[in-house]
């Protein structure tokens, strides 16, 4: 849907409004002249009418001959009868008398609006008034107005209203977009605001201002982020803390497989190798079968151990952050001879925090199973960039498969939510974008100060 700023819809209002309004106004203009000109031509049938019943009166008393009837000497002098035609018929339907006054002498309005007046109006119309005497009928006054006059007369107006009309829209836009650019900058700070939100500056807040409605949404704005706030806080105190007991369960669980069933294994081996050269003295035939005993033991023994380095890495404390990132990838390695990742590591791994190792080996274990799932990549590399200064870690995990868009790859079942989620927890941010090899590129940035519950988690 295409959008219209705010301050543009109003000020095309406000213009839709004002041609509407002359529109309107123009109409009542010409309807009032055209009224005002036969108003005009009425009068003056009356005036007319009244001065030839006096001549009338004259001609019955003998004092006033019926050759200087009627006399418009009268008329001539005054000037109530600008702009239209005074006529005397005969009753044979001569003209005895004319007269016309005021006529316009030059058409200063354009085609258009004659046309549009005579399509409207009829400045044409004639009034009528009969006139009679004692013995006889003496005629017919008409007086019509000039079809020029009129026009000219409702020209005037309705310039004068258009001028009027075009001056006040053009200051009243000017008032309104002063006004809005004013009352729609809080709007501007609060969209700026909002931008820094969703890109996860959630300390921002909106500024006040002297309206009351933008006061409102500003508070309102404001109470509904540091609400945000706190219950994302206290959602990654939450996930640190579910790490932490998921950490702590998995040390207990690797300490009973070690002592328990490592032991246990360990005496069964030893167990099938006594057996084994008692039985190849005493009973041959039972050699194979104890020899198998001890091959399933070994082999059991080193299930266990795997899933002792899944489950925590039991040199972690021992050998550090890098040594175990090593162990990790070469084991991938091994165990994908199609496929090779490189490591590349800068920094001092004796600055990255117990819990923040932890987690990124869980990060990277969980990315290189989702290149063996669900990219079909040959090629992958793990770099690992520690900074001192800023007292951050850099992790980024790219690969050379097939992506088609990272934003839709963040749902559950490949892993990268539950990423996304141990990066919040440790504080850290999670971009996820095409790499230069072609297919997806994992990168995390993670705080390396110290985290409490570190004791706890290990």
């Known amino acids: 849907m295409k959008t219209i700023r705010l301050n543009w819809l109003l000020v095309i209002m406000v213009l839709f409004s004002g041609m509407a309004a002359l529109v309107i106004s123009a109409a009542l203009a010409l309807y009032d002249s055209d009224s005002s000109s036969r108003k005009h ?14 001549q009338v009166l004259k001609l019955d008393n003998q004092i006033m ?15 109530s009868f600008s702009g239209l035609c005074v006529i005397f018929e005969t009753p044979d339907g001569e003209v ?26 009829d400045p044409d119309m004639e009034v009528h008034q009969a006139l009679h005497s004692k013995a006889q009928f003496e005629g017919v006054i008409k007086v019509a107005p000039s079809t020029d006059a009129v026009l000219f007369n409702a020209w005037q107006k309705i310039s004068s209203l258009m001028s009027f009309a075009v001056l006040t829209v053009l200051i009243l836009c000017v008032i309104l977009v002063a006004s809005l650019h004013w009352v729609l900058r809080p709007v501007r700070n609060t969209q700026q605001t909002l931008k820094e939100m969703r890109c996860g500056n959630l300390d921002a807040r909106v500024a006040d201002c002297r309206i009351y409605e933008w006061q409102e949404t500003a ?9 945000l706030s706190e219950t994302l806080n206290e959602r990654k105190q939450l996930s640190l803390k579910m790490l932490h007991i998921q950490e702590n369960e998995r040390r207990h669980l690797c300490r009973e497989l070690h002592d328990e069933l490592g032991q246990s294994l360990t005496g069964l081996r030893a167990i099938a190798c006594f057996m084994e ?56 390695n091994s165990k994908h001879q199609d496929k090779h990742c490189k490591l590349v590591f800068t920094g001092c791994q004796q600055e990255v925090p117990a ?12 990315c290189l199973t ?81 985290y409490e519950g570190t004791d706890e988690a290990h």
């Not at 539950?418 to 297919?439: F, Y």
């Open 355 to 366: 819990p923040v190792a932890i987690n990124v080996l869980r990060i990277v274990q969980e």
């Open 96 to 121: 005895a008398r004319s007269l016309c006054s005021g006529e316009a002498t030059e058409e200063v309005w354009p085609a258009w609006f004659s046309d549009l007046y005579l399509l409207l109006f």
């Open 219 to 227: 508070a309102a704005i404001n109470k509904l982020a540091s609400n």
């Open 65 to 79: 001959s019926r050759g200087h009837f009627p006399d418009f000497f009268l008329w001539k002098r005054g000037n």
């Open 277 to 332: 050269s008692e039985v190849k003295e005493n009973c041959p035939q039972l050699s194979t079968k104890v020899s198998q005993i001890s091959l399933i033991s070994q082999h059991m023994m080193e299930l266990v151990k795997g899933l002792l380095f899944r489950l925590r890495p039991a040199e972690i404390d021992e050998l550090g952050f890098l040594e175990n990132l090593k162990l990790l990838i070469d084991s991938w």
């Open 370 to 450: 989702n290149i063996v799932k669900h990219a079909s990549a040959n090629e992958a590399e793990v770099s690992v960039r520690l900074d001192s200064e800023q007292e951050q870690l850099f992790l980024t995990i790219r690969d050379n498969g097939n992506l088609t868009s990272p934003e839709e790859l963040v749902k559950p079942g490949n892993g990268l939510l539950g990423i996304k989620e141990r990066v919040n927890a440790l504080n850290g941010e999670l971009k996820l974008e095409r790499s230069a090899l072609g297919g997806l590129k994992v990168g995390a940035v993670i705080p390396i100060q110290d």
């Open 41 to 54: 031509a009425e009068d003056v049938t009356q005036i007319v009418k009244k001065q030839l019943d006096w």
